[in-house]
């Protein structure tokens, strides 16, 4: 079945440090993929979404770029900001999941001064 | 735009209490979730519903209960509260398909079973 693997609990940098946090993935149709944030006492809200033409999705700094040869989709960011510090979430959608998304465990992004 | 209003913000149970958590949405979306969210485990879909009066299982759906009542309100009910069960439970609402489309989260419950 469709399975999402974030592979670090958590991850802590210092800031203006290069961010990447790991996503990989299993499907059997071409999948959507996902990354979700969540401040802390606040909702998750969608960050970045796979598009189907291969365009590399951007957003407050941060990119991903799907990768079917490998199953990835990794976050990343040039630079790291004392705001990034939330919990990340990748997910994927597709033919098989319907309506439902499949989420990773999460990521806990901590950047310190 | 639109929001996702869940209440309560805090629930304070008993062992082997029914509790009733509410979910209200204005995005006009056909499709509502709940998820319960643990640390170190993700999101685990408990109940979704694709139109009113549908309700389809999650993963997680033993020891809950869901009712759609209208298009508008999703509402999850923990049959019998655990002892010592901490959690937060996270509505989210999206338009029916297709599977591109994001899933919208309110704030959560969170759920302390004394």
């Known amino acids: 079945g469709d399975s999402v693997t974030q592979t670090e609990g958590l991850v802590t940098l210092t800031e203006g440090l290069p961010v990447m946090l790991n996503c990989t993935y299993q499907?059997?149709?071409?999948?959507?993929l996902f990354w979700y944030v969540q401040h802390l006492n606040e909702a998750p809200k969608l960050l970045l979404k796979s598009f189907t033409d291969n365009k590399r999705p951007e957003h407050q700094g941060f990119h991903a770029t799907l990768h079917k040869s490998s199953s990835s989709f990794h976050l990343q960011k040039s630079s790291a900001q004392l705001s990034d510090s939330a919990l990340y979430y990748c997910a994927l959608s597709d033919r098989c999941s319907g309506n439902k998304l499949i989420f990773g465990i999460g990521t806990l992004l901590s950047v310190k001064p | 735009g639109g929001i996702i209003t869940q209440t309560p913000k805090f629930l304070i149970g008993q062992e082997g209490q029914k509790l009733t958590l509410k979910c209200q949405q204005n995005?006009?979306?056909?499709?509502m979730y709940w998820y319960r969210q643990d640390s170190g485990k993700g999101l685990r879909l408990i109940y979704y519903?694709?139109?009113?009066?549908?309700?389809q299982k999650g993963d997680l759906s033993e020891g809950y209960d869901a009712s759609r009542e209208k298009k508008s309100s999703f509402s999850l009910t923990v049959t019998s509260a655990q002892k010592n069960e901490m959690a937060v439970f996270l509505c989210?609402?999206?338009?029916?398909?297709?599977?591109?489309?994001?899933?919208?989260f309110g704030p959560g419950t969170r759920l302390t079973v004394l």
């Open positions: 499907s059997t149709y071409s999948p959507f």
């Open positions: 989210a609402s999206s338009p029916r398909t297709p599977s591109s489309y994001e899933q919208y």
């Open positions: 995005f006009n979306h056909d499709t």
């Open positions: 519903s694709i139109t009113e009066n549908d309700l």
